[in-house]
């Protein structure tokens, strides 16, 4: 088995590399699709998931191997070793709009848990890593939470859809920011303590969060529901409702705030 330093030097060759492929599409028109439920994929999305799954299948062909783009049909739950749990281009609306705010989001998930995990976000040059034994990084530096205190007004980056239902009791301790449309670079934002939390809505998925899931907990925050409990990887989409992701020292505040939803 590979070591986590061998396979983040490998995520993180590989999402450049697709990053470079997704930028020659990029504000140029690229052809685009649409799939259930709505969902734009663009021919840059099909092509960066084809560099992602030749450079990391062709360097561990023995891995798993999970990615947005891949058939319903063969997107199977790894139970066992090593998968590889990717997104070609997360904010793909984002993108095709010339928005600077998508990401490759590439993890390995072992146990149940992301061990490897880089965010790259090329229109922006910032790319975050981590592996469960090493700290995050941004940019080689290290990549740490807010240290928003308990009575601080809360800089959260929030859907439309949930700031709408935040309770008025809660109202006046958030600072509602819009919603970056990748949901693997929010995170990252929230690990890098440039926002202080965000609130996800139900229907996300493995591949949104994988990376920057572990990117977040090595940088002292946590990604979890409204109970506490961390995200289920391989469960049906939209079994862990709305998600907080936060400094630890935050967690139970934008816990209690998910909880009192539309209430």
Excluded at 52 to 59: H, T, Y
Aim: proline residues 7%; charged residues 25%; aromatic residues 6%.
């Amino acid at each position: 088995m590979a070591s986590l330093s061998d396979d983040l030097a490998l995520l993180l060759a590989a999402a450049k590399e697709a990053g470079a492929v997704a930028g020659r599409y990029f504000r140029r028109d690229p052809k685009v699709w649409y799939k259930d439920g709505n969902s734009p994929v663009s021919e840059a999305d099909y092509a960066a998931d084809a560099a992602l799954k030749a450079a990391l299948i062709g360097a561990r062909p023995d891995y798993g191997w999970v990615s947005e783009e891949m058939p319903d049909a063969e997107r199977l739950p790894q139970t066992e070793g090593r998968a590889f749990v990717v997104d070609p281009i997360d904010g793909t609306r984002a993108f095709l709009r010339g928005e600077d705010v998508w990401c490759v989001s590439v993890a390995v998930v072992e146990a149940g848990r992301p061990i490897v995990g880089v965010v790259h976000v090329p229109a922006r040059g910032e790319t975050f890593q981590a592996t469960s034994d090493d700290p995050a990084l941004m940019n080689g530096r290290p990549c740490q939470v807010s240290a928003a205190g308990s009575d601080d007004i809360m800089r959260l980056s929030l859907p439309d859809s949930i700031r709408r239902a935040i309770a008025p009791a809660d109202q006046p301790s958030v600072d509602a920011l819009p919603a970056i449309p990748s949901l693997a670079y929010r995170l990252a934002l929230v690990a890098a303590g440039r926002l202080d939390g965000t609130l996800v809505r139900p229907r996300a998925n493995d591949w949104d969060v994988a990376a920057a899931d572990l990117i977040l907990e090595k940088a002292g925050g946590l990604f979890c529901d409204r109970y506490g409990e961390r995200w289920r990887y391989g469960a049906e989409a939209g079994a862990m409702g709305v998600m907080v992701a936060a400094p630890l020292g935050l967690a139970p505040r934008l816990r209690d705030i998910a909880g009192a939803l539309g209430t």
